[in-house]
């Protein structure tokens, strides 16, 4: 099971941690990573990081957010800073149990999904 929090309404320039706890059998986070949705728009891939620690972030968010994951607390965090309108979207954390092998916003590394957290920008 994967349960965000962080998400909440900020003005631009802002910033906000975003934290995903997982919960269960650890072997199922190899590859974990930060998705989005905009209403109206594809799901797009934010940021993600493999079992050796090795991270990609898509180029919208690159030099602005970072993600790390605390694997004694089993926690997924997103740093996002310089918060812009167009952040503004669902975040979902994902967890796969094979090492990331297909694209940043591809679903198919992922069989594990939460709920979301809503981040607004304005």
């Known amino acids: 099971q994967l349960v965000e929090s962080g998400g909440d309404s900020v003005q631009p320039g802002g910033s906000l941690r975003l934290s995903c706890a997982l919960s269960?059998?650890?072997?199922?986070?190899?590859?974990m990573g930060w998705l989005r949705q905009a209403p109206g728009k594809e799901r797009e891939g934010v940021a993600r990081?493999?079992?050796?620690?090795?991270?990609a972030y898509g180029d919208s968010v690159k030099g602005r957010f970072t993600i790390s994951k605390d694997n004694a607390k089993n926690t997924l965090y997103l740093q996002m800073n310089s918060l812009k309108p167009e952040d503004t979207a669902m975040y979902y954390c994902?967890?796969?149990?094979?090492?990331?092998?297909?694209?940043?916003?591809?679903?198919?590394?992922?069989?594990?999904w939460g709920l979301g957290t809503q981040v607004t920008v304005s």
């Open positions: 269960g059998d650890t072997d199922k986070s190899h590859c």
């Open positions: 994902a967890a796969g149990p094979r090492n990331c092998d297909y694209g940043l916003s591809s679903s198919l590394d992922y069989n594990y």
């Open positions: 990081i493999d079992s050796d620690g090795s991270t």
